[in-house]
């Protein structure tokens, strides 16, 4: 399978940095909830909360040299059994955002947002079409409410912006998961 340019990117560079992490962070929360069981669920969910909490208090984080310290050390070394890069550009992408507020940081975040989104929308477990209605969706959200807002490039996303926002399902999986007792049938 090639690979494709993901839908929208221009229209995804324009939201605040937090947002971009965000909408990451919501497809991210989507493959969790897909593709994940039991304690790996548990991590992925945690995982996905902390992101959506740094991009809603980020603000209150500090800048300059700050790294993902938030995070539970568990979190910090988590790698997925599916989907690692996406988590792991997820990770960045926020990384990235609490480094430091120069233009070089804006470019590595944005460019994170885009390797994980495209890591999910590249996966052939999930439909194109789905991800790119729930894409476009989440984007036109977050727009509108941005600018409803009236938020700037490095503001975070306040409890305002995120209670507008529709709740994350999981994704219909284009072939279903193995269960393991028919694996030795």
Wanted: glycine share 4%.
């Amino acid at each position: 399978m090639t690979r494709v340019e993901l839908p929208w990117s221009d229209q995804i560079q324009t939201l605040p940095y937090f947002g971009q992490t965000l909408l990451a962070c919501r497809f991210l929360r989507r493959v969790a909830l897909s593709l994940f069981a039991g304690d790996e669920k548990a991590v992925a969910v945690d995982f996905c909360n902390e992101l959506e909490s740094i991009a809603r208090d980020g603000a209150q984080q500090q800048f300059g040299g700050a790294t993902l310290q938030h995070l539970p050390p568990q979190l910090l070394t988590w790698k997925p059994s599916q989907m690692a890069l996406a988590f792991d550009y997820g990770r960045d992408s926020v990384e990235s955002l609490l480094e430091s507020k120069s233009g070089c940081t804006a470019n590595r975040v944005s460019h994170f947002v885009m390797l994980s989104l495209l890591e999910v929308y590249n996966a052939p477990r999930f439909s194109r079409i789905q991800l790119a209605i729930l894409l476009k969706s989440d984007l036109a959200q977050l727009i509108y409410v941005c600018q409803e807002a009236k938020l700037k490039p490095w503001d975070p996303l306040t409890d305002y912006v995120l209670t507008r926002l529709t709740p994350c399902h999981a994704l219909e999986l284009v072939d279903p998961p193995i269960a393991l007792e028919d694996e030795f049938r």
